[in-house]
């Protein structure tokens, strides 16, 4: 990733703003203090005849998990703040239509680095994620802040 | 289009390699000597709350047009051979996924400049269009050069 040009970056800009998806949720998971947690993830989606390309910018990028899925189609996934937060601040320069979506995303990251076990501020962190919605075409999501805020209360989780 | 930086076309290209579509096309008009034409054009489609991504764009290459259809998508198309020959040129260093049928389609249109009303050498770049079908994930077209030489032949044209 340290030999990004910058003509890569802006392909992958602009690549990222006609086919790509940077997409934050919230995920159940009783492996975490508060019952969810935030996952942040940029996928690219391809038809599996060109996961060429995929696989190409994988190596570019260096992090990132590329499968084949059974319908046809080629998922490259990056997930986790550090490398979603490190690929939005070299693409941000360049970005377009989810110049925006991607700022808000580094929002995200940051409340998320500042949640330190506080509730308070894990809902707040959930808050922003909600926000998406409105900034993507993601269908209804099922988990949101008020689905959390309910299940700390119901487990008295504090 | 003169000011174009590279990073620009880096990013169009990306763009285009996400999101958009280099078509070509053998469309049925009596006013064309054969009976057809080669229409080559290239195409950008948005949900019009995003035309003001593609009414940029337009402002930055100079041609084209732009139009929001009554489905809730925005259309800008960049139609003729000079045109789309100029912009393919200046994105050629930065296509990836569209790269090799960009080439095919600048073929086409150094074919389509050599026809001089021959009837072959148009012939000859129908069959080029077809081409394009493997390359692309177009339905299945109604017009190829099988229908033009049936045309050229049961109306006697030479």
Not at 7 to 35: H, P
Request: with cysteine; proline share 1%; charged share 25%.
């Amino acid at each position: 990733m340290k030999n990004l040009t910058d003509t890569d970056k802006a392909y992958i800009a602009g690549f990222l703003d006609g086919d790509g998806s940077i997409i934050s949720q919230i995920v159940k998971s009783k492996d975490y203090r508060f019952g969810f947690y935030i996952r942040l993830s940029i996928t690219f989606i391809q038809k599996t005849d060109k996961n060429w390309f995929l696989n190409n910018l994988k190596d570019q990028l260096k992090f990132g998990t590329l499968r084949d899925r059974n319908d046809g189609f080629s998922e490259y996934v990056i997930v986790s703040s550090g490398p979603v937060e490190f690929l939005l601040i070299q693409l941000l320069p360049y970005l377009k239509i989810k110049r925006r979506l991607a700022l808000h995303v580094l929002k995200i990251i940051e409340s998320k680095r500042n949640i330190n076990n506080n509730k308070l501020l894990f809902i707040e962190a959930c808050s922003l994620v909600d926000e998406t919605i409105s900034m993507t075409y993601s269908k209804k999501r099922s988990i949101t802040k008020e689905v959390v805020v309910k299940y700390l209360d119901s487990n008295n989780i504090q």
